[in-house]
């Protein structure tokens, strides 16, 4: 678990520098290497670190629009996905997804810039797990900003009403861009929204990624062994803007400090210090983290982009008539 923490910190350390190049000083979110918005997790690696301890390439991921630490987590291939942020042709998704829209076939992960839209396939990905008599799960990452939308609310009836092996994770940053969680939403602990589909919910009120492992531990042996699903709330802490970029003018100094305070990965390196690992093997871990991070990044910086000419392949409907004669140069409605 240390070793994913460390990996998804200093990959998104990583990213943060190469986000920021050619978009200063009048923060050009279109220009540089990595164009369009970035929402990076430092401070949640915890609940990730955790919950895919667990779990083997045949389950199931789905994550939101935070997507990184999970899926370093779930062991998505690190330099396709960097690939694919980068926006390069030998990206997970061609280039054309970015860091929001990540999907691995080979180890069934996927994300989407859409709030709660990885609940229905999580729990479509639970059904066909439980149709094909496999043992598989299927866990859904989403915000606490999620936890009040339809689909959530919905796919906890279905996993609930048809016993399915997927288990749902909440991250509580205690935001939701800049809005407050007790502004919106009337339950301080969110996995009490277990209650009302008559199926089981705990909440971990810290980032402690050994308690965090715990409790997803049972979560997913119970869905696993076919006794249905389960609903996790992690609290975690946002130590920086919603996305990169933002001035956080909104935000306390005080809630901001307190997260920085907070710092899962420390934790975690007291524990396994308290069971007698000694500094040099931490030093290890990390250095081998950092090694395979900055292998990746190199890797995805020299991979080609795509041409202008595969914007139309592999996306579900054909160019308009107009577009595909003059190469959709002219606009159009
Ligand atoms: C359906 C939908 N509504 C609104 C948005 C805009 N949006 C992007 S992130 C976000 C807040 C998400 O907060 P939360 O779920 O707590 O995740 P966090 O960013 O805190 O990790 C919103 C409202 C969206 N992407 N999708
Ligand atoms: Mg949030």
Same mark, same amino acid.
């Given at each position: 678990?240390y070793?994913q923490?460390v990996t ?7 990213l943060q520098?190469?986000?920021l190049v050619?978009?200063?000083p009048a923060f050009? +979110?279109?220009a540089g290497?990595i164009?369009g918005? *970035?929402? =990076? &997790?430092a401070g949640h690696e915890a609940?990730?670190?955790? @919950? ?5 390439d ?7 629009h935070?997507p990184?630490?999970?899926?370093i987590?779930k ?22 997804g970015?860091?929001m829209h ?9 994300c989407?810039g859409?709030i709660a839209?990885?609940c229905?396939p ?5 059904m066909?797990?439980?149709k ?7 866990v859904a ?5 999620? +936890?009040d939308?339809?689909?959530?609310l919905?796919? *906890?009836? =279905? &996993?609930?009403?048809?016993?399915l092996?997927?288990?749902? @994770?909440?991250?509580?940053n205690?935001w939701a861009i ?13 996995s009490?929204?277990?209650?009302g589909?008559?199926l ?7 980032d402690d990624?050994?308690?965090?492992a715990?409790?997803a531990g049972?979560a ?5 062994d076919?006794?249905?699903p389960t609903?996790l709330e ?7 803007g919603?996305?990169?970029?933002d ?8 809630d901001?400090e307190?997260?920085k305070q907070l710092?899962s990965i420390?934790r975690?390196?007291?524990?396994l210090r308290?069971h007698g690992?000694?500094?040099?093997e931490?030093?290890e ?7 395979r991070v900055d292998d990746a990044i190199s890797?995805?910086?020299e991979?080609p982009?795509p041409?202008p000419?595969?914007a139309?392949?592999n996306?579900f409907?054909?160019?308009p008539?107009k577009a ?6 002219q606009?159009g409605?």
């Amino acid at each position: 678990m240390y070793e994913q923490m460390v990996t998804a910190r200093y990959y998104e350390e990583q990213l943060q520098e190469e986000y920021l190049v050619g978009k200063q000083p009048a923060f050009d +979110i279109s220009a540089g290497p990595i164009p369009g918005e *970035l929402h =990076l &997790a430092a401070g949640h690696e915890a609940s990730s670190a955790g @919950v895919c301890l667990h779990l083997r390439d045949d389950d199931t991921v789905t994550a939101p629009h935070r997507p990184h630490h999970v899926a370093i987590a779930k062991g998505v291939d690190l330099k396709k996905m960097t690939a694919e942020i980068f926006g390069r042709k030998t990206g997970l998704c061609r280039g054309k997804g970015g860091h929001m829209h990540l999907f691995d076939p080979d180890v069934n992960f996927a994300c989407s810039g859409i709030i709660a839209q990885g609940c229905p396939p999580a729990v479509g990905a639970a059904m066909a797990a439980k149709k094909r008599n496999t043992d598989s799960v299927a866990v859904a990452f989403l915000g606490d900003g999620a +936890i009040d939308q339809g689909g959530f609310l919905e796919s *906890l009836n =279905l &996993a609930s009403v048809h016993d399915l092996p997927v288990v749902f @994770v909440i991250e509580d940053n205690d935001w939701a861009i800049s809005m407050p969680k007790d502004r919106v939403t009337d339950v301080e602990d969110g996995s009490r929204r277990a209650w009302g589909f008559d199926l089981p919910g705990e909440r971990v009120d810290s980032d402690d990624a050994v308690a965090v492992a715990e409790a997803a531990g049972k979560a997913i042996a119970r869905a696993r062994d076919g006794n249905g699903p389960t609903l996790l709330e992690v609290q975690v802490h946002r130590r920086m803007g919603h996305f990169m970029g933002d001035a956080e003018a909104y935000r306390p100094e005080a809630d901001i400090e307190r997260a920085k305070q907070l710092d899962s990965i420390e934790r975690i390196a007291d524990d396994l210090r308290s069971h007698g690992v000694e500094d040099d093997e931490l030093d290890e871990i990390r250095e081998r983290a950092h090694e395979r991070v900055d292998d990746a990044i190199s890797w995805a910086k020299e991979q080609p982009e795509p041409s202008p000419e595969e914007a139309y392949e592999n996306v579900f409907t054909n160019p308009p008539a107009k577009a595909a004669t003059d190469g959709g140069n002219q606009g159009g409605d």
